[in-house]
């Protein structure tokens, strides 16, 4: 049995594919353009172009092709010869962004094409929007009521201090400490125009910077973050309060937690 042991500082559990992977996708999954539905399938493939997570590549017999436009490009990819094609659907154009693999393309992927994720309108689940990329199957959200004992802190000033924090952990990711509103010194901070979407929590609702006189510097900015609707898996953290570890300085239960360098909401 192989014993691997967690990189020094890191305290969560890695991803579990590799790139590379290729695995078949159960669900049924659809995407807009211009109010058409671009592609419509339950064959899709997961395909692992980087071990975070995969993209959908699509058969091309579940694909409307009136909505591809041939560029007349040929690509020699990894996984084989690919070419390149456009999307005009309801007076939208994304040239560029479509992928269709050839015969000679390996992994079970010859006939299938692969979407760039930001040209199309929105993508689904079965019924279900998802934004950003697919969601890995292979990853676990979990949003955990806890009674740890949280504090929340920058540069002198207490943000936030609180005995009822939900805790939110996601695979390959840090914890997340999200805070009830009455427990955050709303009135330090300052909200603004940042929005941001996780395929597993949906879209934000609220981001905030540190308020100082002044300009705000740039390490106060966008230190924290809100969901209204999330997710129905992310139900517990609605209308709650998040600080990045990697902006403030975050203690648990009285012992600090150092500030990683990475960055996911």
């Keep these: 049995m192989t014993n691997r042991s967690a990189p020094a500082g890191r305290d969560y559990p890695a991803m579990a594919a590799e790139a590379g992977r290729v695995e078949p996708a159960p669900r049924r999954v659809r995407a807009t353009l211009g109010g058409r539905t671009v592609f419509d399938s339950v064959r899709a493939r997961y395909v692992w172009e980087i071990p975070f997570y995969p993209q959908y590549y699509i058969p091309v017999e579940d694909i409307d ?20 094609y456009g999307l005009r659907a309801g007076g939208e154009e994304r040239p560029g962004s479509v992928r ?7 992994d079970g992927i010859a006939g299938t094409a692969r979407f760039d994720w930001a040209a199309l309108d929105a993508w ?9 990329h697919p969601r890995n199957p292979y990853v676990r959200v979990d949003a955990l009521p806890s009674h740890r004992h949280v504090r929340v802190q920058l540069d002198g000033h207490l943000l936030a201090d609180t005995t009822s924090p ?3 952990f996601e695979t390959g990711l840090l914890t997340r400490y999200y805070i009830r509103r009455t427990d955050v010194a709303l009135e330090q901070l300052v909200r603004t125009d940042t929005q941001t979407a996780c395929p597993y929590k949906g879209v934000t609702s609220d981001y905030w910077s540190l308020r100082v006189e002044g300009m705000t510097p740039k390490a106060y ?3 924290a973050w809100s969901y209204s609707f999330p997710t129905r898996q992310l139900l517990p953290i609605a209308g709650l309060v998040a600080f990045y570890n990697e902006k ?8 600090a937690l150092p500030r990683p360098h990475t960055r996911f909401v």
């Design 65 to 84: 092709v009136a909505v591809l436009v041939d560029e007349g490009r040929e690509l020699r990819l990894q996984r084989g010869t690919a070419r390149r």
């Design 100 to 106: 269709l693999f050839g015969a000679d393309a390996v």
């Design 124 to 132: 689904y689940e079965e019924d279900e929007q998802v934004f950003v």
């Design 166 to 168: 939900v805790l939110v």
């Design 221 to 223: 900015q966008d230190i």
């Design 248 to 255: 403030v300085d975050i203690e648990v239960d009285g012992v």
